[in-house]
């Protein structure tokens, strides 16, 4: 197999789950799309609260000390939401899913196209960032990228292909644009790897981990219609987290 196939297949599995839940969704009613996104809500809050416990990581503790996880963490969403909303990376994430359904259509919106313009967007920025941040996305990238082979990627294509049969029955197609989101990050992942080698140490990828799935949350309480928050505006902290770490850990 040749590098990179972990992300290709991801890319298939939630181009065909995508397919699948649009043709469910389209027999469903609002209220059982409504149940079924707060399913997958409580579900990406599983998973993101699996993900937050690596603070307790041992590796990370002795490398930056038992106190300076939470610390590392709570610096690495701030910095990172600071430069994140600096660089407005969640409006430019709307502004290219509104900008990508508005090419796919090629029509003078109506007030109908705007509702569906607004749930083609939601879709993308949401399965965005359920594919796109967690540990499973930047070790299985790293591990295809040094050859170490991509079984952790299949196992993430298998777990989002079921994902976007969720949030496409709900959201619809913009769940399958993703799929570019998806090439961007894990294919600059693999090409990372590929280039650089083992880059990150345990310490770091626990950091890693823990922000990614602090993130998560914020990803549920948006599919659980709480609160709309900023995730994409913190994505930067994936890039602090393990930067911090380091700086920590030399300076201790």
Known sequence: MFTGIGTVVNMGTVLVGTALGVLVGHRLGSR?????TDALGLVTLLIAASAALSVSDPAWARAVGSSAPMLIVLGSLVLGGILGSLLGIEQRLEGFGAWLQAWLRRRRPTTEDGL?????VEGFV????VFCVGPLTVLGSLSDGLGHGADQLYLKSALDGFAAI???????WGVGASVLSLAVVQGSLTALGAVLGNVLSDAQVAALTTTGGLMLVGVALRLLRIKQLPVGDLLP???VAPLLTAAVAAFR
């Open 237 to 239: 902290g994936l890039v």
């Open 126 to 129: 949401t399965s965005s960032l």
């Open 166 to 172: 969720a949030f496409a029955a709900s959201l619809g």
């Open 32 to 36: 059982t799309r409504d149940v079924v």
């Open 116 to 120: 569906e313009r607004e749930r083609f």
